[in-house]
């Protein structure tokens, strides 16, 4: 029988307070003594800076005793004072488990087309279950694509293989490593301990605005690839699938581009956003695939230093404090809202398109974050109405709408147009930068993004910013920059799956985030989780 813990939240400390501190507050808490406590651990650490005059750390523990039953002493009036303050409770520890499958059973090797998350944990569920998959990488290692993307940026050389976007690992490798989700799942500390032995930042298992950032980023990626080789899986670079072989409504055949087939019974779909030609093969192949609402926005860019003294005070320069984030929404009479996304504080903004004539942005960081500018995307909500189709591809046509004018209208060399804030509310064009420089990579055209933007975008984000500088300083800083377009929000569309995570044709299992079951790294993890569950199940 697993022994209970006890969990203690919202224990405090001040900047300049050692963690040291934090086994007195758990002995005066529980009214113990220091013989009593075994050992104890940070399950989560966050920045409260509601109060700008004392900005604190705020901790949730795991604490075992000699005898956490007996502590959990709800009679004692201090006790009492003290479970309200701090929402003391037993739980019982969560041990990911997995079952082993039955080897007789399997007659054909699971494939994985793309990676993605699938890297993250698979490797070990399916070692330790016995199976032992494929994966089909559609592009090539990281080494080569951090080459290729750097001279993308400097040069322009744009290479359909090998961007932002494609290519091991997808676009996390060039993002930042985001690992803040909201979804409340035990599995998560399970994922997390596994980046750590990848040689992530150890901070991530506890850390309330986890991240890795894109150059740690990279070394786990490939710590992970040779660990599964070793353990016996095949990963095929430069491998595209063109088409899927079906009989009697099951997968038989996975097509690759060389004609070679590959036989399965269980067929895990992980692709990517910018995957559009994959979406397009299973749509033409009868998977039932249906619209979903998205979001087009956006970056803003701000100072580091302006947006961490809005969010810190006189705190803004403490050593112990990271760059400062905000999450904000603007609601007016219309149905449009718009939000702000992914606030990525101290990162760059980056160039991210992967398809020939056209211009999309993302961002990028370093697990520093320390870039001279934070940036956050402004969403702004995209309608039926917008681009009115019942096609389940027609949001995929709408983005490419978007990205080839955005490129045309600016050049055609992916400069990126953009527009300080006090000229766009003004509705002038911009001609010259001031107090900021932009972290655009490769560069920005100043211009008025009235003549590049949809106009519900226009007027949704000029009411916004105002009301949005009321909920946080300096938000409408006048010399602030928007940079358009990044149009990859999140998945335009969702494939079906049922109970047992297979689509319409069985022992097709869509997963992750693009399939819209997941949202970012952890959260496609997990749902990865929930897949292999599934699969390994099927062969008990």
Known sequence: MIKKLIRIEEITLLLDEDEKLLEWKILKILNIQKTDLLKFEIVKKAVDSRDKSKILFVYSLNIDTKDNEK???????????????????????????????????????????????????????????????IILERWSEVKQRVIDVHNLFTKREFKKNSNVQFWEWWAGTFSDGKLYTLVNDPR???????FVKAWAPEEIIYSARPHIGTDR???????????????????????????????????????????????TDDLIIAIWHSARDTYEMLYNKWMEIKQKP??????????RELINKSQYWESCTHIKLWAASYKLVSHDESERS?????????????????????????????????????????????????????????????????????????????????????????????????????TYKPEITLTSLDSC???FVIEAIRKAIPMLDKKIAWFANPDALLIWIEARTSSVIRMFRDENCESNISWIYPAWEWAWYAWWITSSAIDWLVVWEKIINKYK
């Open 294 to 303: 998205f979001a087009v926005w956006l970056r803003i860019e701000h100072p």
């Open 338 to 438: 718009v939000y702000s996304f992914c606030m990525c504080p101290g990162w760059h903004v980056v160039l991210a398109a992967s398809e020939e004539w056209m211009l999309t942005v993302n961002w990028m960081s370093e697990y520093n974050q320390n870039s001279e500018n934070s940036n956050s995307a402004l969403l702004v909500n995209v309608n039926p109405s917008d681009f009115w189709s019942d096609h389940p591809l027609a949001w995929v046509e709408f983005q490419r709408k978007w990205e080839k004018a955005t490129y045309e209208l600016w050049g055609s060399n992916f400069n990126a147009p953009a527009q300080l804030v006090w000229d766009f509310l003004n509705r002038k064009a911009s001609t010259k930068l001031w107090k900021i420089w932009t």
């Open 71 to 133: 502590i959990i002493n709800y009679k004692n009036p201090i006790f009492q004072k003290n479970v309200k303050k701090h929402k003391i409770r037993l739980i019982e520890p969560f041990i990911y488990t997995i079952d082993k499958v039955d080897i007789s059973k399997v007659k054909n090797r699971p494939v994985i087309i793309w990676s993605g998350p699938s890297w993250l944990l698979a490797w070990t569920i399916l070692a330790e279950a016995w199976l032992n998959p």
């Open 217 to 263: 980023l990279r070394s786990v990626v490939r710590n992970m690839r040779k660990k599964i080789i070793s353990l016996g899986w095949e990963v095929r670079f430069d491998t595209l699938v063109t088409d899927l072989e079906i009989e009697n409504n099951k997968i038989k055949n996975v097509i690759l581009e060389n004609w070679e087939k590959i036989r």
């Open 453 to 455: 933007l949809p106009e």
């Open 188 to 194: 998560s500390k399970y994922i997390f301990e596994e």
